[in-house]
């Protein structure tokens, strides 16, 4: 823009005002449009779900052959590593799978900008908390134990991560050590040691 300075040292811009556009996206074949609302669910999930009747007004999902074009760009990664020795944990909060994920971009409404994800090995259950900052880690997971294990009655022997900062600081450590929870650090660069939690991220931030 190029404007003339006027008297008093301002500079005056004359705007139109556009008339607004509301742009909005519309799906026609409720497969797709369930697909999308799922956060990307595959759709022989889909089916299962409507076959189960486990979702209130879902349709009958049929094709599950379908493909979609934005999964397959954004869910394409290396294979995976393959699985030496799979521990599988036989009780709830044997082994609890943790990471930090993030920064997020665009971050929330609420200035979070990380996840802190938790997955119980034998039940798969997973407890979430967004993080305003990396530091924020510890007093999360030390509230957050607390109320796992109220809530599964059982308690925690097992805490995998892999070696962040946040995870490794000598506070942590002893915190753990205090608690009688037993470390389990993966290899460095190995993320797919971590493979349980790190796919989980794939799936969260795949949905947001
Ligand atoms: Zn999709």
New binding site residues.
């Given amino acids: 823009m190029k404007v003339l300075r006027s008297r008093n040292r301002l500079y005056k811009i004359n705007l139109k005002i556009d008339s607004p556009v509301c742009l909005m996206s519309k799906l026609d074949e409720p497969a797709w449009l369930w ?2 609302r799922m956060g ?1 669910l595959n759709f022989e999930s889909l089916s299962q779900l409507s076959s189960k009747d486990m979702v209130r007004n879902l349709p009958k999902i049929t094709h599950v052959t379908n493909v ?1 074009d ?2 397959q760009i954004g869910k394409q990664t290396r294979l995976p590593f393959p699985s030496h020795a799979s521990f599988r944990a036989t009780k709830p909060l044997e082994l609890i799978h943790a990471d930090l994920c993030g920064p997020l971009t665009p971050e929330t409404w609420s200035s979070n900008k990380y996840m802190f994800v938790m997955i119980d090995d034998f039940s798969r259950y997973m407890w979430c908390s967004l993080l305003n900052s990396k530091d924020q880690t510890f007093s999360k997971f030390k509230r957050s134990k607390g109320l796992i294990e109220a809530e599964t009655c059982q308690k925690m022997v097992t805490l995998r991560t892999d070696r962040g900062g946040e995870f490794t600081s000598r506070e942590f450590n002893q915190w753990c050590e205090d608690q009688s929870i037993r470390r389990n650090l993966t290899a460095p660069y190995t993320p797919q040691q971590n493979g349980v939690v790190e796919r989980r991220n794939r799936t969260l931030v795949g949905m947001i």
């Fill in positions: 697909h999308a990307h979609c934005a999964c």
